[in-house]
């Protein structure tokens, strides 16, 4: 089946610097991707939609100069926390569909740290 | 707006007892339901899913319906395992290529050997 990968699988940053999160479909093109957040115990908050070759779409109270998104190719998209706070903190996940297949293939998730 | 609502957890099971996970939702159109699980550690996969009102979806002994009366989509399987320890995710999307999927809250599911 089709694989979504995720890099890096968990970070620890400190405070004020920048994190970047790839996601990058391994055996299929994807024009769209999805990223999400997920806090613990809760459910996935889509937090914007990656197009490539355009600017992301992000959901109503996400932040789009807080989290970069950059959909640089067919197979990757790159989220960039920057300027990180503990707030921040959250387990990071994205997705890419496959055409035809009506469904969505997710990556392992993102473990993201801020001290 | 769309919405989908899953009995809260965690579910604790001893080893082949009879699962049911209730989902219920709301959407503004028809929807395709789905079912995701998330073991530890992993990314999401899909389980199951149903199109379309009557639809069954089923995978691994896990199967649900589409209830379209009755606005649900509720999990079950006959005799889980240790082994389905997990938490499971309901979802809807109404784009018909499964994309802006609208998950439910989740529901973590123990089962004890």
């Given at each position: 089946?089709?694989?979504?990968?995720?890099?890096?699988?968990r970070v620890i940053c400190k405070s004020g610097t920048s994190v970047k999160i790839e996601c990058r479909s391994l055996d299929f093109q994807?024009?769209?991707?999805?990223?999400?957040?997920?806090?613990?115990?809760?459910?996935?908050?889509?937090?914007?939609?990656?197009?490539?070759?355009?600017?992301?779409?992000?959901?109503?109270?996400?932040?789009?100069?807080?989290?970069?998104?950059?959909?640089?190719?067919?197979?990757?998209?790159?989220?960039?926390?920057?300027?990180?706070?503990?707030?921040?903190?959250?387990?990071?996940i994205c997705s890419a569909p496959l055409t035809g297949a009506e469904t969505q293939y997710f990556g392992p998730g993102t473990r993201l740290?801020?001290? | 707006?769309?919405?989908?609502?899953?009995?809260?957890?965690?579910?604790?099971?001893?080893?082949?007892?009879?699962?049911?996970?209730?989902?219920?939702?709301?959407?503004?159109?028809?929807?395709?339901?789905?079912?995701?699980?998330?073991?530890?550690?992993?990314?999401?996969?899909?389980?199951?899913?149903?199109?379309?009102?009557?639809?069954?979806?089923?995978?691994?002994?896990?199967?649900?319906?589409?209830?379209?009366?009755?606005?649900?989509?509720?999990?079950?399987?006959?005799?889980?395992?240790?082994?389905?320890?997990?938490?499971?995710?309901?979802?809807?999307?109404?784009?018909?290529?499964?994309n802006m999927l609208t998950f439910g809250g989740g529901t973590r599911l123990m089962v004890k050997p």
């Open positions: 089946g089709a694989v979504v990968s995720q890099h890096p699988s994807a024009t769209t991707m999805f990223w999400y957040r997920q806090f613990p115990k809760q459910s996935l908050m889509l937090m914007a939609t990656s197009n490539e070759g355009s600017k992301a779409t992000y959901e109503q109270g996400v932040e789009k100069d807080k989290f970069l998104i950059n959909h640089a190719s067919l197979t990757l998209s790159t989220l960039t926390v920057t300027s990180a706070h503990p707030e921040d903190s959250s387990f990071y740290l801020v001290l | 707006g769309d919405s989908v609502t899953q009995m809260e957890g965690p579910v604790t099971l001893s080893e082949e007892a009879f699962l049911t996970i209730n989902c219920t939702y709301t959407a503004t159109g028809y929807p395709s339901l789905f079912w995701y699980v998330q073991y530890p550690g992993e990314g999401l996969q899909l389980l199951l899913k149903a199109t379309k009102a009557d639809d069954k979806g089923s995978n691994k002994g896990f199967e649900a319906t589409y209830r379209k009366e009755t606005t649900s989509f509720h999990l079950e399987k006959g005799s889980v395992q240790v082994s389905d320890s997990a938490v499971y995710f309901c979802a809807l999307s109404l784009n018909n290529a499964g």
